[in-house]
């Protein structure tokens, strides 16, 4: 795909899952709303990407990608595997565990026993915290020749939107295993296929 394709892509991925997502039943309890509130926060950061690159403001998207992601990871391991204390303290402003023990935490979890999760974080964490923190490639990306100006790489424009949207499918699975509703699931990794179709970064 191209990178307007792409963006094209994304941008019906994202009303799809809006969509997808809208008049939902939720889980009110702290843990459910906790839960919820992270997973929700990790798909407006990839609404926030996706703006940011079609208006080509590409460093801010890059940025947002480390807090897409760990918004997704808190999310459900506040679900699946905090103890009730732990939630007490976040709700008192408390920061959680730092990311490696929540992926640890989450390897004991069925769906995520794999190890995948702790895998990509190990492989993209370095860039993303450079993104996000003005890193040498955020200041090598508006550097030409002659002058200061943004000079972001298509194909690594074209892996950020996959990425982040990659993150989102993961992001509503999560939303629907916290619903109880497979079928929220099964909906969201179908339509995210068709719209990609493969392409994947």
Same mark, same amino acid.
């Given at each position: 795909m191209t990178l307007e394709q792409t963006i094209e892509a994304a941008r019906q991925w994202l009303n799809f899952c809006n969509e997808l997502l809208d008049n939902q039943d939720s889980d009110s309890s702290n843990r459910g709303r906790i839960t919820a509130g992270l997973l929700h926060l990790s798909m407006e950061h990839h609404s926030s990407i996706f703006l940011l690159t079609e208006k080509k403001h590409y460093g801010s998207a890059f940025a947002l990608l480390r807090p897409q992601f760990e /918004?997704?990871?808190r999310g459900i391991w506040f679900h699946l595997c905090s103890s009730d204390e732990q939630l007490d303290e976040f709700i008192k402003d408390e920061e959680p565990p730092k990311i490696n023990s929540l992926l640890k935490d989450l390897e004991s979890v069925q769906g995520y026993e794999n190890g995948t999760l702790k895998t990509t974080k190990d492989e993209v964490w370095s860039a $993303?915290?450079?993104?996000? @923190?003005?890193?040498?490639?955020?200041? +090598?990306?508006?550097?030409?020749? &002659?002058?200061? +100006? /943004?000079?972001?790489?298509?194909? @690594? $424009?074209?892996? $950020? $939107?996959?990425? +982040?949207?990659?993150? &989102?499918? /993961? &992001?509503?699975?999560a939303f629907a295993r916290l619903i109880n509703k497979d079928s929220v699931a099964i909906d969201a990794a179908s339509n995210h296929k068709e719209i990609f179709n493969g392409h994947m970064a």
């Open positions: /918004s997704f990871i $993303l915290c450079g993104y996000t @923190h003005g890193g040498y490639f955020q200041v +090598a990306y508006r550097n030409t020749e &002659t002058e200061i +100006a /943004s000079d972001y790489d298509e194909e @690594h $424009l074209k892996g $950020l $939107l996959i990425m +982040a949207s990659n993150i &989102t499918l /993961s &992001t509503v699975v």
